[in-house]
């Protein structure tokens, strides 16, 4: 960094009035300049987001193997073949998709990680609602106009738009690639990224082809509008140039989020300095035909699971073959995930908590957090709780990924979540987050099942803990305990009976870097 | 695609074909700042000859003129107080006028944004950049209000008589140095552009001479203005000559005359001048690219500028008749023009405004705060580029006039990204002062523009065919919906119950969600270069 800015500067001297005149357009036609800006630095990470549209069936994607018998009984008519199930080295408790395999092999490298039962409190069931609040970061209970990596990109290149682009920030800070400009990098003022959103439009940039006017005077003037409205695209030339830079790729699959996501290395290999990539892959609302039923390991649901883990199969090698596979994690994300329980039409309606998947050369790899409980006899209503708060696996990519400090934090997420050991703690070297996961078993309760009264016995190792009791649809009804305390030991609380319908709660603790869910029964 | 500007060869026939919401929103667009919802279905009853008759059937303006709004902790009017006109108020203070025409301009863009349903402040605008007066030359801002209220209250009247009451208009003598001129030193400004700009023109018919302009001047000395802001004749200034033009004119003398009747020379000058067709023809090419489409070729001189400047003249120039026949001709509604013209800079803004049906705080009642937002739209009209009365200079705006480009001149680099944040901004915070704001209501235009809302496909449609007039490809309005309106869904079940949950329950979280949702969408269809053409 210090050293392009040198180049930069001595350039403003030794050509000031040029400069002055049009400074990104003298700036990006440099060749000197061009090969330094062009050229790739550990420092300039990018995150790529992988918004799987419309709730993707987490449990039908990372299965637990450890309670089989129970997940078949939620859903038998959509169940995966125990055996058919993708083992995972070194984890006999948790498998994937049989269609997954590229996925099993990119585990087996340690390029990925799997975050169980990603969540927050009181979920929302609607697609709008909830797509709202994973893009903007925001409780159940609060609207935000902005997008977390809006507020994140605001934090990093204030100002933006007024002064963008400029000689040290010729490039797009956020690109959208496949939709329409979307709530996560809304900032305070305008939304960070440039979105390419008709593929078909990327292409015509890049090849310099137009679309079809209609043969009238409409036509014709609709033709110079669109010359000029290409010309007010001051990133045009530059991701053109990067685009074009890039001659060799390695074969993607023929589907649309692998189009996408060969773009978006293209553009970073081809030196953009676009710190955010967002790509999107729809169809997982999955409430009927989920499966075939005469091969469950067939249909919708392992389609788009296949064209995902290959995607990014391929998308990883590329970024290898690239060198430039250290700059690069991504992140998959869907509004929700689906319920325990199967429905009648050979599908699985909106959920909550589901799992996550972070990849790339600097992820730790490995599954964090347990299986999620599932009920002997799974209800229509029953949901997986929340073990991990979907804030914590953004604060950890500004933390340990983008090296955004502590302050910062609070400013982008409103408020502090917990720090996840998910990246390489070499990334942002001293200024490393990374926590120690605990498995160990932090709660306790008598009697369970209980009626009127069970004792909760939990340890924590001192400062902020909270206890939440959730129901069975994965909603916190009741927050127990929220206290900092001074000293590390065993706590207790008392919970009553009185007030609680019959059926499966869950008791979450969250102390500082260490959450623990675990199944209580009122009966 | 066509390389060059088409010509239909259709003419002045009345249109015989079919009123649909097309052609109701073509006439609109082009003879008012946009067309309302309820504007469209008004007219979509009445048909072609009711509707053009309607919109140039104008009243004598009523609208109560602009106040002193501008007094300040740092600034008082002497002559005017607070809340009061000051549109007779004598005064030459820099200060004062400077303010006085910047009220004005606040006042001009709330006239258009409350705009009756007729032809006459988009021809008022029309004879704005004819007589191309520019107010901060003029300086006086009672002037300015004067001389606009000339061209607003004979819009559609007759043109001669406009000619001649500009012609000894203060705001023009000001503008124009004629209350300088004398018969000793005549000042050619007002004569050579008379003739140049406002009758003859300079298309290849004109042939007036350089001693034209000389003598033109010589007829209109004379002309000054009074302590009072009058116009008055003094003859001491005027030459008393005889003046004779060339042959253009037909070599016509004027015989020089004293004392007051030496104004009488002006009305001959003017006679002489208006018996050129040329006079009819110019205007009628200047009315014809203003409502229909700048490029004249053979086809359309000979099957519309003439004919259409045969009535001018047979209606011993009434502006009327020749508007009547221009705007119910087959030839303004064939296809072919549909949609073509580039939107000015007013046309986008005011546009917005109506269309969204912006209630800004009343302007009588409330004029600080009303005066205070209304300007911001006036800066932003000047950074588009079209400064309310202050055209460029006395030709106008180039887009009006400048061949080979006309309108597209409007559109470059600069000036299209700000078209684009100015839509931009309305729908997403507005303005605000003192707590009024002005911000598009999104849920309210959706139901004023469609029947339907709740269905995504009807809200599209609705929305395209309201706010756009080019053809908008299948793909594009399904990947809309798609990820605009179904947030990826597949179903349109989630748009309509995220609809119809906000109707049943108008939370602030159910409202957000529709509101982010119909404001990203608006935002894409404007930022469409297509919504930039009408």
Same mark, same amino acid.
């Given at each position: 960094m210090e050293r392009k800015k040198f180049i930069r500067n001595s350039l403003a001297l030794l050509a000031p009035t040029m400069i002055s005149g049009n400074p990104i357009h003298i700036l990006q036609d440099h060749p000197l300049l061009n090969t330094e800006l062009l050229g790739t630095s550990s420092t300039d990470k990018v995150l790529v987001i992988i918004q799987l549209s419309g709730g993707n069936d987490g449990l039908n994607t990372v299965v637990p193997l450890s309670n089989y018998n129970n997940y078949y009984n939620a859903r038998n008519n959509i169940a995966l073949p125990e055996k058919k199930i993708l083992k995972l080295t070194g984890n006999n408790a948790t498998g994937i998709h049989p269609s997954m395999t590229a996925f099993q092999k990119l585990f087996l490298d340690g390029k990925l990680n799997i975050v169980q039962s990603v969540g927050y409190p009181q979920p929302s069931f609607s697609h709008f609602r909830a797509t709202d609040i994973w893009m903007s970061g925001s409780s159940s209970d609060q609207y935000l106009n902005t997008g977390w990596a809006g507020r994140y990109l605001n934090y990093q290149y204030p100002g933006y738009p007024d002064a963008y682009p400029n000689s040290d920030h010729p490039d797009p800070i956020a690109i959208q690639i496949g939709s329409l400009a979307s709530l996560t990098c809304q900032g305070p003022a305008v939304n960070m990224a440039l979105s390419i959103s008709d593929p078909s439009s990327f292409y015509n940039l890049i090849e310099g082809t137009d679309a079809v006017v209609s043969n009238t005077n409409a036509g014709y003037e609709l033709s110079f509008l669109r010359s000029i409205a290409k010309q007010t695209n001051q990133y045009t030339v530059r991701i053109k140039k990067a685009s074009d830079s890039v001659k060799q790729q390695v074969t993607y699959p023929n589907n649309s989020l692998a189009a996408q996501l060969k773009i978006v290395a293209r553009l970073i290999k081809g030196g953009l300095g676009t710190k955010v990539y967002m790509v999107n892959y729809g169809g997982f609302d999955t409430h009927s035909g989920q499966v075939v039923l005469t091969d469950t390991t067939t249909g919708a649901h392992a389609n788009l699971l296949k064209g995902l883990s290959d995607s990014v199969a391929a998308f990883q090698s590329d970024l290898s073959g690239l060198e430039i596979e250290d700059r690069v994690i991504g992140m998959t994300y869907s509004e929700f995930g689906r319920r325990i329980k199967s429905n009648a039409s050979v599908g699985t309606d909106h959920g909550s908590a589901a799992p996550l998947f972070l990849f790339g050369k600097n992820v730790r790899g490995g599954i964090f957090g347990d299986n999620p409980t599932i009920p002997p006899t799974a209800t229509s209503n029953d949901n997986i709780p929340y073990q991990f708060d979907f804030r914590s696996i953004y604060n950890t990519i500004l933390q340990?990924?983008?090296?955004?400090?502590q302050v910062a934090e609070i400013e982008i997420l409103l408020k502090q979540f917990p720090i996840m050991p998910l990246i390489n703690a070499s990334v942002c070297g001293a200024n490393n987050k990374n926590s120690i996961f605990s498995k160990e078993s932090l709660i306790y309760n008598y009697p369970n099942p209980f009626s009127n009264l069970t004792k909760i016995e939990f340890k924590t190792q001192g400062g902020h803990t909270i206890l939440q009791l959730l129901n069975g649809a994965g909603i916190v009804v009741k927050l127990l305990v929220d206290t900092t305390y001074n000293f590390a030991g065993t706590n207790s609380y008392n919970l009553y009976g009185a007030g609680l319908s019959t059926g499966v709660y869950y008791i979450r603790m969250q102390n500082g870097d260490k959450i623990f869910v675990k199944a209580i029964i009122k009966i | 695609m066509p390389l060059t500007p088409q010509t239909s060869a259709l003419g002045l026939t009345t249109y015989k074909g079919s009123w649909l919401p097309q052609q109701t929103k073509h006439l609109l667009n082009r003879t008012l700042f946009g067309a309302k919802a309820t504007d469209i279905k008004y007219f979509l009853d009445k048909g072609v000859i009711a509707s053009v008759d309607e919109l140039l059937n104008v009243q004598s303006s009523t609208i109560p003129p602009p106040l002193n709004e501008y007094n300040s902790t740092t600034f008082t009017d002497p002559n005017v107080p607070i809340g009061k006109t000051w549109i007779n108020d004598i005064s030459t203070d820099g200060t004062i006028n400077s303010y006085r025409r910047s009220s004005y301009k606040k006042w001009l863009v709330s006239v258009w944004a409350g705009q009756e349903r007729t032809i006459r402040e988009k021809l008022t605008l029309f004879w704005s950049n004819h007589f191309g007066t520019e107010a901060d030359a003029i300086v006086y801002g009672s002037m300015t209000y004067h001389h606009h209220q000339i061209l607003r209250n004979n819009c559609v009247g007759n043109f001669k008589q406009m000619v001649r009451a500009v012609t000894s208009d203060p705001g023009m003598l000001r503008y124009l140095n004629g209350y300088l001129s004398t018969k000793t030193a005549p000042d050619e400004n007002y004569g050579r552009e008379l003739q140049e700009?406002?009758?003859?023109?300079?298309?290849?018919?004109?042939?007036?001479?350089e001693d034209d302009v000389k003598n033109a001047a010589k007829v209109l000395t004379g002309w000054k203005i009074d302590a009072n802001f009058n116009p008055v004749f003094d003859s001491n200034r005027h030459d008393t000559t005889n003046k004779t033009f060339s042959a253009f004119y037909n070599n016509t003398t004027i015989t020089g005359k004293t004392s007051t009747n030496g104004a009488l020379e002006t009305d001959e000058l003017l006679t002489m001048i208006f018996q050129k067709s040329e006079v009819a023809k110019f205007i009628c090419r200047k009315i014809y690219r203003y409502f229909v489409y700048y490029a004249i070729d053979d086809v359309v001189e000979t099957n519309i500028i003439t004919p259409l400047a045969n009535a001018f003249i047979a209606n011993n120039f009434e502006i009327k008749p020749v508007l009547k026949l221009l705007l119910s001709s087959e030839h303004f509604y064939d296809t072919l023009y549909i949609g073509c013209q580039i939107k000015s800079p007013t046309d986008h803004v005011i546009t917005f405004l109506r269309q969204f049906e912006i209630v800004f705080p009343d302007a009588i009642t409330d004029y600080s705060d009303s005066y205070f937002l209304y300007n911001n739209m006036v800066t932003q009209l000047i950074s588009m580029g079209q400064n309310p009365v202050d055209?460029?200079?006395?030709?106008?705006?180039?887009?009006?006039? @400048? $061949?080979? #480009?006309y309108n597209e001149l409007w559109i470059n680099a600069d000036t299209l990204p700000k078209r684009n944040k100015f839509t931009d901004l309305m729908l997403e915070i507005g303005y605000t002062k003192n707590g009024k704001k002005i911000i598009a209501n999104t849920i309210q235009f959706a139901k004023t523009a469609c029947p339907n809302p709740s269905d995504p496909n009807a809200l599209i449609e609705s929305f395209f065919s309201f706010l756009v007039s080019t053809d908008i490809s299948t793909s594009l309005k399904s990947n809309l919906k798609t990820q605009?309106?179904?947030?990826? @869904? $597949?179903? #349109?079940y989630y748009w309509t119950d995220a609809w119809n949950n906000y109707i049943t329950n108008p939370t602030t979280i159910n409202f957000n969600i529709v509101n982010t949702r119909l404001k990203t969408l608006l935002k894409y269809i404007m930022n469409l270069p297509d919504y930039q053409l009408q």
């Amino acid at each position: 960094m210090e050293r392009k800015k040198f180049i930069r500067n001595s350039l403003a001297l030794l050509a000031p009035t040029m400069i002055s005149g049009n400074p990104i357009h003298i700036l990006q036609d440099h060749p000197l300049l061009n090969t330094e800006l062009l050229g790739t630095s550990s420092t300039d990470k990018v995150l790529v987001i992988i918004q799987l549209s419309g709730g993707n069936d987490g449990l039908n994607t990372v299965v637990p193997l450890s309670n089989y018998n129970n997940y078949y009984n939620a859903r038998n008519n959509i169940a995966l073949p125990e055996k058919k199930i993708l083992k995972l080295t070194g984890n006999n408790a948790t498998g994937i998709h049989p269609s997954m395999t590229a996925f099993q092999k990119l585990f087996l490298d340690g390029k990925l990680n799997i975050v169980q039962s990603v969540g927050y409190p009181q979920p929302s069931f609607s697609h709008f609602r909830a797509t709202d609040i994973w893009m903007s970061g925001s409780s159940s209970d609060q609207y935000l106009n902005t997008g977390w990596a809006g507020r994140y990109l605001n934090y990093q290149y204030p100002g933006y738009p007024d002064a963008y682009p400029n000689s040290d920030h010729p490039d797009p800070i956020a690109i959208q690639i496949g939709s329409l400009a979307s709530l996560t990098c809304q900032g305070p003022a305008v939304n960070m990224a440039l979105s390419i959103s008709d593929p078909s439009s990327f292409y015509n940039l890049i090849e310099g082809t137009d679309a079809v006017v209609s043969n009238t005077n409409a036509g014709y003037e609709l033709s110079f509008l669109r010359s000029i409205a290409k010309q007010t695209n001051q990133y045009t030339v530059r991701i053109k140039k990067a685009s074009d830079s890039v001659k060799q790729q390695v074969t993607y699959p023929n589907n649309s989020l692998a189009a996408q996501l060969k773009i978006v290395a293209r553009l970073i290999k081809g030196g953009l300095g676009t710190k955010v990539y967002m790509v999107n892959y729809g169809g997982f609302d999955t409430h009927s035909g989920q499966v075939v039923l005469t091969d469950t390991t067939t249909g919708a649901h392992a389609n788009l699971l296949k064209g995902l883990s290959d995607s990014v199969a391929a998308f990883q090698s590329d970024l290898s073959g690239l060198e430039i596979e250290d700059r690069v994690i991504g992140m998959t994300y869907s509004e929700f995930g689906r319920r325990i329980k199967s429905n009648a039409s050979v599908g699985t309606d909106h959920g909550s908590a589901a799992p996550l998947f972070l990849f790339g050369k600097n992820v730790r790899g490995g599954i964090f957090g347990d299986n999620p409980t599932i009920p002997p006899t799974a209800t229509s209503n029953d949901n997986i709780p929340y073990q991990f708060d979907f804030r914590s696996i953004y604060n950890t990519i500004l933390q340990n990924w983008f090296c955004v400090s502590q302050v910062a934090e609070i400013e982008i997420l409103l408020k502090q979540f917990p720090i996840m050991p998910l990246i390489n703690a070499s990334v942002c070297g001293a200024n490393n987050k990374n926590s120690i996961f605990s498995k160990e078993s932090l709660i306790y309760n008598y009697p369970n099942p209980f009626s009127n009264l069970t004792k909760i016995e939990f340890k924590t190792q001192g400062g902020h803990t909270i206890l939440q009791l959730l129901n069975g649809a994965g909603i916190v009804v009741k927050l127990l305990v929220d206290t900092t305390y001074n000293f590390a030991g065993t706590n207790s609380y008392n919970l009553y009976g009185a007030g609680l319908s019959t059926g499966v709660y869950y008791i979450r603790m969250q102390n500082g870097d260490k959450i623990f869910v675990k199944a209580i029964i009122k009966i | 695609m066509p390389l060059t500007p088409q010509t239909s060869a259709l003419g002045l026939t009345t249109y015989k074909g079919s009123w649909l919401p097309q052609q109701t929103k073509h006439l609109l667009n082009r003879t008012l700042f946009g067309a309302k919802a309820t504007d469209i279905k008004y007219f979509l009853d009445k048909g072609v000859i009711a509707s053009v008759d309607e919109l140039l059937n104008v009243q004598s303006s009523t609208i109560p003129p602009p106040l002193n709004e501008y007094n300040s902790t740092t600034f008082t009017d002497p002559n005017v107080p607070i809340g009061k006109t000051w549109i007779n108020d004598i005064s030459t203070d820099g200060t004062i006028n400077s303010y006085r025409r910047s009220s004005y301009k606040k006042w001009l863009v709330s006239v258009w944004a409350g705009q009756e349903r007729t032809i006459r402040e988009k021809l008022t605008l029309f004879w704005s950049n004819h007589f191309g007066t520019e107010a901060d030359a003029i300086v006086y801002g009672s002037m300015t209000y004067h001389h606009h209220q000339i061209l607003r209250n004979n819009c559609v009247g007759n043109f001669k008589q406009m000619v001649r009451a500009v012609t000894s208009d203060p705001g023009m003598l000001r503008y124009l140095n004629g209350y300088l001129s004398t018969k000793t030193a005549p000042d050619e400004n007002y004569g050579r552009e008379l003739q140049e700009l406002f009758t003859v023109g300079k298309d290849g018919g004109a042939k007036y001479s350089e001693d034209d302009v000389k003598n033109a001047a010589k007829v209109l000395t004379g002309w000054k203005i009074d302590a009072n802001f009058n116009p008055v004749f003094d003859s001491n200034r005027h030459d008393t000559t005889n003046k004779t033009f060339s042959a253009f004119y037909n070599n016509t003398t004027i015989t020089g005359k004293t004392s007051t009747n030496g104004a009488l020379e002006t009305d001959e000058l003017l006679t002489m001048i208006f018996q050129k067709s040329e006079v009819a023809k110019f205007i009628c090419r200047k009315i014809y690219r203003y409502f229909v489409y700048y490029a004249i070729d053979d086809v359309v001189e000979t099957n519309i500028i003439t004919p259409l400047a045969n009535a001018f003249i047979a209606n011993n120039f009434e502006i009327k008749p020749v508007l009547k026949l221009l705007l119910s001709s087959e030839h303004f509604y064939d296809t072919l023009y549909i949609g073509c013209q580039i939107k000015s800079p007013t046309d986008h803004v005011i546009t917005f405004l109506r269309q969204f049906e912006i209630v800004f705080p009343d302007a009588i009642t409330d004029y600080s705060d009303s005066y205070f937002l209304y300007n911001n739209m006036v800066t932003q009209l000047i950074s588009m580029g079209q400064n309310p009365v202050d055209p460029p200079n006395v030709s106008g705006w180039p887009a009006y006039y @400048q $061949a080979p #480009d006309y309108n597209e001149l409007w559109i470059n680099a600069d000036t299209l990204p700000k078209r684009n944040k100015f839509t931009d901004l309305m729908l997403e915070i507005g303005y605000t002062k003192n707590g009024k704001k002005i911000i598009a209501n999104t849920i309210q235009f959706a139901k004023t523009a469609c029947p339907n809302p709740s269905d995504p496909n009807a809200l599209i449609e609705s929305f395209f065919s309201f706010l756009v007039s080019t053809d908008i490809s299948t793909s594009l309005k399904s990947n809309l919906k798609t990820q605009i309106l179904l947030t990826g @869904q $597949a179903s #349109d079940y989630y748009w309509t119950d995220a609809w119809n949950n906000y109707i049943t329950n108008p939370t602030t979280i159910n409202f957000n969600i529709v509101n982010t949702r119909l404001k990203t969408l608006l935002k894409y269809i404007m930022n469409l270069p297509d919504y930039q053409l009408q």
